[in-house]
């Protein structure tokens, strides 16, 4: 069980980055929306989980947390990446398509081999 | 790096819990709000709007759980529950709680302390480099094996030596060390000038001695930290000042390093002076002269084996040119850290005693343990029917036994520091400092944790394991009396509280014995009064030169000047002082007309003491015939002399003795007079001849001067020393008291009387414990029975004798054994006893009573709780 959700909150954990890099500050509910849009909606996502990967996220110092204002004047939480954060989208974004490139490999149809 | 950074947050954030959630409620509040504006924005109803929100945040409560597992460690947080629902059960239960820290803290404190002195004396490493590479070298003769070589040995051995890349000298000595107006006793070592450069001792001020040929031009000492602390106050200007060791300036020259003591570990050097200083260069050359231990080191690469063939062939070739000194002596080595580990054995022995005794500790602490889980068998049920997970309940109750074993430990430590604290009132009195460098360190304090740990495993694991394996249901339906399932456990923790009681009544015998024999010795007569106010002033003048009638003019200066002072009730002279450790071979070869000496000798020696007219007035030896000295007796009139009780009885029974006539060394002497026996080196020697000479007429460069105070011994010690002063302040001197005699003539008595009574205090204590454990534990479990036995007409009373009966049965047997064990056992003390026989009655009679006492007052609480038993209750519940 561990295991799978370790996969799932390393993927996730890299959508927020990747999200925060991309737009900017944002709140936690703003990003959950933007990352279901993004998976053009294909990601069902429990906005719930979203915070227990900010918060880890922030304990390992790759983003930060302030109060602010939201556009419709609401007080809201945003996060923003740190220096920390923005290497680690890179080399996390590369890692990732490194991974995705090889399972590719092996799931391309066989007469490919 | 990342993991780590967050292990650190969240172990703060456990810390400041609350904050943080409120923080996190406003975040989710703001979170539903905005969601729930988008929805009325995409025409939901509020109410709507507000419950899709919801439903996409997958539950606010979930959500806040999630959060909180990530938020802080909840393993920690566990741990703090346990930790403090454990202290709550512990401090709910004071009496079972002190009792088990209690046993549990004597295990660990002894274990603490005896592996403090194991380290000390065998493990901690040595205070010189690279410490294997030392080695010692001892000479094979006829006589045996010997550690000692002359000085020119050394020297020889030294040029010729190729596998040994230094080789120095020691020898230990005393020395005089002037401290204000008195002196004090010092040990040095002499050594040769490379001996702190061969052991790789730096020094931590000044600069040890010079190796050149040319000896220095002004004797240099180097002094130990410890002494520098002592008697100097770590003065840091001290190198290159002067101090006095018997009456010869030193400069010193360096202080060694803190912690190294020399080369004996019991007893520690205070200063090293080097060869060339204190003798003469004959004196160094005579090959007969062996006055020297020599230590030296391996080359790198260089074997024993080799080392021992090279001196094996350099003493053949000592033998063949020198064999008026060297004959039949071969030179051989010894490791250095071998022989050291020569005390291993006693260690061992004491560390398995020590042992064996944190097992007992461990075994009672299991039987409280045990009987206190069964009686919380039905709350354990409870909790597992309430959903509590096995292992879970396993490590809460694991957790309270690292509670006990914390706060024992804790307890322990103090206990073995106390213990350690004892070392200078136990090691005998002596005038030089004595004793082991016992403190504790980071290897101490790692073993007594591991030891904690062990002992939890030992008590703890066991009564976790069955109680969290307790049935459920039948537990819960009353059915868990499980007297079955106890039996065997019964039967050996009942021998071991057996085996417990007989060894506290071996030893209770054992004090009891040892303590009667110490009151015996004590209400021995030695021969002065030990009440009296007694200082003694040792003085050698000899040590400035004195000869001896330069030597009695100023004993004679000093006695007048002391009884001159106010508070002096007498001044008295003596060459030796009684009960000293100053030897008492002293004697003189006697011859006595008309009597027959024993196997036609023609004379035989007799021990000796000069003293002046004060010293038996001083002292309170009484005189029983005769009269004592007077100033009439000195060098220019008749030789006179005082002889004991037993030397009259001895060579004159029945006879008038004054006016006789003895010859001393040659010397015809008049008996003036007759005076009792005294101790002379030890309280329990029997009484011999023993003879007095007037203090004038034997000249001597040594002697005492004896003060019998009327009060402040302190204020008058203090006048008195600069009273001697201003008659010469060269002569060194040391003050001792009469305390400090009889605490050293006591001190072997006292010793054993003290260790045993400690063990058999240790020994009740632990078996009372097991006693306890096992009358409880039967208690709880028979508590249905006693409910039913209650039920059909048993009074309180028939229970509480059932109970009794119970315990006092063990303990009846237990002293029973333990009373045939003394018997045997103490023969072995025999020697060791005066004035009691090692089958005393009283001893015997007293031991078994105080067990069975003891046994009593174990049983009658839970005797008494099994006497409160509501017989509707326990029926109804069990």
């Known amino acids: 069980m561990g295991e799978k959700t370790d996969v799932w909150q390393g993927t996730l954990a890299l959508m927020v980055l990747r999200t925060l890099e991309s737009m900017g500050p944002q709140h936690g509910y703003g990003l959950a929306r933007r990352i279901e849009q993004t998976s053009g909606d294909r990601l069902q996502l429990n906005y719930g989980t979203l915070y227990p ?55 391309a149809p066989a007469e490919d081999a | 790096m990342r993991k780590l950074r967050a292990f650190w947050i969240r172990l703060l954030d456990l810390i400041g819990a609350r904050r943080n959630e409120d923080d996190f ?59 403090r629902f454990g202290l709550r059960i512990l401090c709910k239960n004071p009496g079972y709680t002190a009792v088990a820290v209690l046993t549990l803290a004597l295990g660990i404190g002894a274990n603490t302390a005896v592996f403090t002195v194991a ?39 030294a040029e010729q030596t190729k596998s040994l890349e230094g080789i120095f000298v020691y020898n230990r000595r005393v020395k005089m060390l002037r401290v204000g107006a008195e002196s004090r006793a010092v040990l040095d070592d002499v050594v040769s000038p490379n001996y702190f450069s061969v052991l790789g001792i730096t020094a931590q001020a000044g600069r040890f001695f010079t190796t050149g040929p040319q000896p220095p031009s002004e004797p240099g000492v180097v002094i130990s930290d410890s002494l520098w602390h002592r008697v100097f106050n770590a003065d840091p200007s001290l190198v290159g000042k002067q101090i006095w060791l018997t009456n010869q300036a030193f400069t010193v020259l360096a202080v060694a390093p803190p912690g190294f003591r020399g080369l004996e570990r019991m007893v520690p050097t205070d200063l090293w002076i080097p060869v060339a200083t204190e003798y003469p260069s004959q004196e160094l050359a005579d090959r007969k002269n062996r006055e020297f231990e020599v230590l030296g080191r391996l080359r790198p690469g260089a074997t024993t084996e080799e080392a021992r063939a090279e001196l094996d062939s350099l003493g053949r070739s000592l033998a063949q040119s020198y064999p008026a000194a060297d004959k039949a002596r071969s030179v051989s080595l010894i490791s250095e850290r071998e022989r050291l580990r020569e005390g291993m054995i006693p260690t061992l022995i004491l560390m398995t005693a020590v042992g064996l005794v944190l097992l007992i500790c461990c075994a009672n602490v299991a039987g409280l343990v045990l009987a206190r889980s069964d009686a919380r068998r039905k709350e354990v049920a409870m909790r597992l029917a309430l959903g509590a997970g096995r292992l879970r309940l396993m490590r809460q109750l694991l957790t309270e036994s690292l509670l006990l074993a914390s706060v024992g430990s804790a307890l322990g430590l103090l206990l073995a520091v106390g ?40 008590f703890g694991l066991a009564p976790a394991i069955q109680l969290s394996k307790t049935s459920l249901v039948s537990t819960l339906k009353g059915e868990g009396t499980g007297a079955a399932k106890g039996l065997r456990r019964w039967t050996l923790r009942n021998a071991l509280v057996l085996g417990e009681i007989a060894l506290s009544v071996v030893l209770l015998t054992a004090s009891g014995l040892v303590v009667r024999s110490l009151l015996y010795s004590r209400s021995l007569p030695l021969g002065f009064d030990r009440q009296r106010q007694l200082i003694f002033f040792d003085l050698i003048p000899g040590i400035v030169g004195y000869h001896s009638e330069r030597s009695a003019v100023f004993f004679e200066q000093v006695q007048e000047k002391a009884a001159a002072l106010p508070g002096v009730r007498h001044a008295a002279l003596a060459r030796r ?7 008492g071979g002293m004697s003189q070869r006697v011859s006595i007309p008309g009597v027959e000496l024993p196997q036609g000798q023609l004379s035989i020696p007799i021990k000796f003491d000069a003293v002046d007219g004060n010293y038996f007035r001083a002292v309170g030896t009484r005189l029983m015939q005769g009269r004592e000295f007077n100033s009439g007796d000195n060098p220019s009139t008749a030789r006179v002399v005082v002889v004991s009780q037993t030397m009259e009885e001895r060579f004159w029974p029945g006879q008038e003795v004054v006016g006789r006539q003895i010859v001393a060394n040659g010397t015809a002497c008049q008996i003036v007079g007759v005076v009792e026996d005294a101790k002379v ?47 010469d302040r060269n002569v ?38 097991g006693l306890y454990g096992v009358v409880a534990f039967t208690v709880s479990r028979r508590n249905r029975e006693i ?75 839970p005797a008494r709780r099994a006497a409160a038993v509501d017989p509707m209750q326990s029926l109804r519940t069990e």
């Open chain 1, 53 to 107: 990967a900010l918060l880890k996220l922030e304990q390992e110092g790759f983003i930060l947390s302030n109060w602010g204002l939201s556009d419709n004047n609401r007080h809201a939480k945003f996060y923003e990446l740190t220096k920390a954060g923005q290497s680690r989208v890179k080399k996390a974004a590369a890692e990732w398509e490194q991974t995705t490139a090889i399972l590719a490999r092996f799931l």
């Open chain 2, 25 to 83: 409620a406003a975040e989710l509040e703001s979170h539903v709000e905005m969601h729930t504006d988008d929805g009325i924005r995409a025409g939901l109803t509020p109410e709507e709007a507000r419950r899709q929100a919801l439903i996409a945040l997958g539950g606010a409560e979930q959500t806040r759980q999630a959060f909180r597992e990530r938020r802080t460690l909840p393993w920690l947080e566990t741990l703090w529950q346990d930790i």
């Open chain 2, 119 to 157: 380290q000390a004396a065998l493990l901690r490493s040595w205070p010189a480099k690279e410490p294997s590479r030392l080695v010692r070298l001892i000479a094979a003769t006829p006589q045996g094996e010997e550690i000692n070589f002359s000085y020119a040995d050394y020297r020889d051995l």
């Open chain 2, 419 to 458: 213990l350690l604290r004892l070392q200078p009132v136990l090691m005998i009195p002596a005038e030089v400092e004595v004793g082991l460098d016992l403190h504790l360190d980071a290897s101490v304090l790692m073993f007594t944790a591991a030891v904690a740990i062990l002992s939890v495993l030992i």
């Open chain 2, 577 to 583: 002082v009684l009960l000293s450790d100053s030897g």
């Open chain 2, 681 to 727: 080196n030890s309280v329990h020697e029997t009484p011999e001849p023993y003879m007095y000479f007037p203090f004038a007429q034997q000249p001597s460069a040594e002697g005492t001067l004896i003060i019998e105070a009327d009060g402040n011994s302190k204020a008058l010690t203090a006048r008195a020393l600069s009273e001697i002063q201003r008659v």
């Open chain 2, 732 to 769: 060194p001197v040391t003050v001792r008291t009469v305390n400090y005699l009889m605490q050293q003539a006591f001190w072997a008595d006292q010793m054993a009387a003290g260790f045993v009574a400690a063990l058999g205090a240790l020994g009740i204590f632990l078996g009372a414990i």
């Open chain 2, 787 to 861: 409910g039913i036995r209650m039920a059909l007409g048993a009074e309180r009373k028939d229970v509480l004798r059932l109970v009794l009966g119970h315990g006092l049965g063990l303990a009846a047997i237990g002293t029973a054994i333990g009373l045939l064990a003394s018997f045997a056992a103490m023969r072995l003390l025999a020697t060791m006893l005066y004035g009691v026989r090692p089958t005393d009655p009283l001893a015997f009679a007293g031991s078994a009573i105080l067990v069975v006492f003891v046994a009593l007052a174990a049983s009658w609480i």
